[in-house]
C-alpha cells in the first residue's frame, strides 16, 4: 500500500500483517519516502495431518463465537466509497467518524465530517444512501436475514453440517502465537452462503482476519431506489482484519464491495460496481462530534453530509490520507465534471431531477419558504370501557406548525490552535406549517432564522482566541440557551405572524443587525395597503 502518516523526526513506525515479520522503523526525515518490505514468518510448526473430517478446524472456528465478549471501545475512523457505471467512476464519498465497536462488530458511527461528488453516466446518477449503514449492519458471529451464512457463530455440529473446511497453512507470528489459515466453502446453496478465508489464533479462537465472497446471492441489504426498478446479480466480498487493543479483538480494517446488474424501470440494465473502505486509524483518542441533532431514524449518508456547512480547514487538514499514489481521488473531486451532491441531489419540488425534496439549509442570506402541507390527525382509540363508556374514535389535530433551527458548532484541533466553524442551520425534519401559507407565516419565518444567524455571529465571536474545548463548549451552551429563550418568546410574542406591532420589533432587529428588512422583501405594508 501507499501512506501518507503525520510524523516528525524521532517517531517509531511499526509495520505490521497477517503471517509477516513485523517491521520497525525509526523516523530521521520526516519529509523521507520509506520503503518498507516484510518478510514471511517462518512456518517451523511440527507437521500434524488434518484432514477434512478432523474436529480440530471445526472445534476451533465453533470457539470464535465465544470471543465477542459485552466489550466495546470507541475509535477515530474513516470511509472512502467509490462506485462505477461500465467502468467510469460515478461517485465517492469520503467521511470520518467516531465509531463504536463491539467485538468483531461496528455498532455505532457519530459523524465527523464527510463530502461526495458525483459524475453522470448517460445523464444519470447512481448514489448510496446508506452505504455506512449497510456496513454496521454485517455482524460476524451472527446470522441475518440481509447476508449469506457465515461459519462464524456456528455450533460445531451445524458446522460440520454446512460448511466444509480445508487446512490452508499454519505459522508462529511475532507474538509467538500460531495461527491457521483456514478456508470454507457451503455444503449446501451456495447463492445463501458465503465461501473464504479466514485466520484464526489457535489458543485464544480470536479471528485474525477473515474474506467473505458471495456470488450472485439471495440475501443481501440493498434495495433499489426508484419503484419497479430492481436490483439483480448481486455479489458481495467482505473483509475485515482485526488488531488487538488492551486484550481485546477489535476492527481495523473492513473492505465492503459489491457488484449488480440495475434494471430500470425502462428495462435499461446498468453494471455497478462499488469498493468501499472503513479504516480505524486511532484508538487512542477521539473527534469532537460537531453541534447538531439528527433524529434517531435518519440514517442517510447523503442527507447527514450534505448538513454540514463546508469545512475548508478541515479537508485542507485531513486527519487520515486514504492512499491515493495517483491522485485518482484528487483528480475527480476536482474534475469540472464533479458535481458536488447537494447540487444535485436536492432541487425546488422537481423530484425527477432530484433525490430527496427537503435539504438542510444553512443561513447564507437567501430567504426560505416552506411549500403548504396538507393537514393532518392523529387517530386515538380509546380502550374498550369497563362500565358505562364506549369504545369509540376522537381526531385530535396535531400541532400545527414548528420551525426548527439549531445553532452548529464543530470543533477542530490543529496543532497548539482549535478551529471554530459555527452556522445557523434549518432543520427540515423537525419543521411543519399546516396552516394555509401566506406572506405573514414566510416573514415569520425568515425573522426567526435571521434571529438565529444573530446568536451564530454571537458564538463565533465568542469563540475567538478560545484555546480550550471544554471552555468553548461551556459558551456554546450558554449561547444556544439564549437563543432557545428568545425563540419561545419570539413565537409567544408574535402570534404566528398576526401580531403586527410585535412583528415589527424582531423586524427591526433584523434590520439593525444583519441590514435585512423581511417586511420591506415581502412587501407587507402595500399588501396591508391593498387589503384596506
Not at 497477517?18 to 511440527?46: C, F, Q, W
Not at 456470488?215 to 473483509?239: M, Q
Not at 440514517?299 to 486514504?322: E, G, M, V
Not at 410585535?502 to 435585512?516: F, H, M, P, T
Request: hydrophobic content about 35%; proline content about 3%.
Amino acid at each position: 500500500g501507499y501512506f501518507i502518516i503525520r510524523c516528525q523526526a524521532g517517531d517509531t513506525l511499526v509495520t505490521s500483517f497477517i503471517g509477516y515479520r513485523s517491521e520497525t522503523v525509526l523516523v530521521k526525515d520526516d519529509k523521507e519516502e520509506l520503503n518498507i518490505a516484510l518478510t514471511p514468518l517462518s512456518i517451523n510448526i511440527s507437521t500434524i495431518e488434518i484432514t477434512e473430517e478432523s474436529d480440530l478446524l471445526y472445534q476451533l472456528i465453533s470457539r470464535s463465537k465465544n470471543t465477542k465478549a459485552y466489550y466495546s471501545k470507541e475509535a477515530k475512523s474513516y470511509l472512502f466509497l467509490e462506485s462505477s457505471i461500465e467502468g467510469k467512476t460515478t461517485e465517492m464519498i469520503e467521511a470520518y467518524y467516531n465509531g463504536r465497536f463491539k467485538g468483531y462488530d461496528l455498532e455505532k458511527l457519530e459523524l465527523k465530517n464527510g463530502r461526495i461528488g458525483l459524475q453522470d453516466f448517460n445523464d444519470q446518477y447512481f448514489i448510496n444512501m446508506q452505504s455506512s449503514r449497510a456496513i454496521m449492519m454485517h455482524e460476524l458471529t451472527f446470522s441475518s436475514e440481509y447476508f449469506p451464512k457465515s461459519p462464524i457463530g456456528l455450533s460445531k455440529r451445524k458446522l460440520k453440517k454446512e460448511f466444509k473446511l480445508d487446512y490452508q497453512n499454519r505459522f508462529i507470528d511475532d507474538r509467538g502465537r500460531i495461527i491457521y489459515e483456514v478456508a470454507f466453502q457451503s455444503k449446501e446453496d451456495k447463492r445463501d452462503y458465503f465461501e473464504g478465508v479466514l485466520w484464526i489464533d489457535s489458543l485464544s479462537a480470536n479471528i485474525q482476519k477473515i474474506e467473505l465472497l458471495a456470488k450472485d446471492c439471495i440475501s443481501h441489504p440493498f434495495l433499489p431506489l426508484h419503484e419497479g426498478d430492481k436490483i439483480e446479480e448481486i455479489d458481495l466480498f467482505i473483509r475485515k482484519t482485526f488488531v488487538e487493543y488492551e486484550g481485546f479483538s477489535y476492527p481495523r480494517e473492513i473492505d465492503f464491495d459489491y457488484s449488480m446488474k440495475y434494471r430500470r424501470r425502462d428495462n435499461a440494465i446498468s453494471s455497478i460496481k462499488t469498493h468501499s473502505l472503513f479504516y480505524i486509524f486511532d484508538y487512542e483518542s477521539l473527534f469532537n462530534i460537531p453541534f447538531i441533532y439528527f433524529p434517531e431514524e435518519l440514517d442517510n449518508d447523503y442527507r447527514k453530509i450534505n448538513a454540514l456547512p463546508l469545512s475548508r480547514t478541515f479537508w485542507r487538514n485531513k486527519p487520515f490520507q486514504y492512499k491515493d499514489e495517483d491522485d485518482n481521488i484528487k483528480n475527480f473531486y476536482n474534475s469540472d465534471s464533479t458535481v458536488h451532491a447537494r447540487n444535485i441531489v436536492y432541487s425546488n419540488g422537481d423530484t425527477k431531477k432530484s433525490f430527496f425534496e427537503h435539504p438542510y439549509v444553512v443561513w447564507n442570506g437567501n430567504r426560505i419558504r416552506m411549500r403548504n402541507m396538507q393537514r393532518t390527525y392523529e387517530s386515538i382509540k380509546l380502550p374498550k370501557a369497563k362500565e358505562n363508556c364506549v369504545a369509540s374514535e376522537l381526531e385530535i389535530p396535531v400541532d400545527q406548525y414548528n420551525f426548527e433551527i439549531q445553532l452548529f458548532m464543530d470543533i477542530y484541533p490543529l496543532g497548539d490552535s482549535i478551529h471554530y466553524s459555527t452556522a445557523a442551520i434549518f432543520d427540515p425534519y423537525q419543521s411543519y406549517y399546516y396552516y394555509e401559507q401566506d406572506e405573514y407565516s414566510v416573514v415569520l419565518m425568515n425573522i426567526y432564522f435571521d434571529l438565529a444567524e444573530i446568536y451564530n455571529r454571537k458564538l463565533s465571536r465568542a469563540l475567538k482566541g478560545i484555546k480550550d474545548a471544554e471552555k468553548a463548549i461551556s459558551i456554546y451552551n450558554a449561547i444556544n440557551e439564549e437563543f432557545e429563550a428568545v425563540s419561545k418568546d419570539y413565537f409567544s410574542n408574535v402570534q404566528r405572524g398576526k401580531n403586527r406591532s410585535a412583528l415589527d420589533s424582531y423586524n427591526d432587529l433584523v434590520r439593525k443587525e444583519l441590514g435585512i428588512d423581511n417586511i420591506k422583501i415581502f412587501r407587507l405594508d402595500e399588501m396591508e395597503k391593498e387589503e384596506r
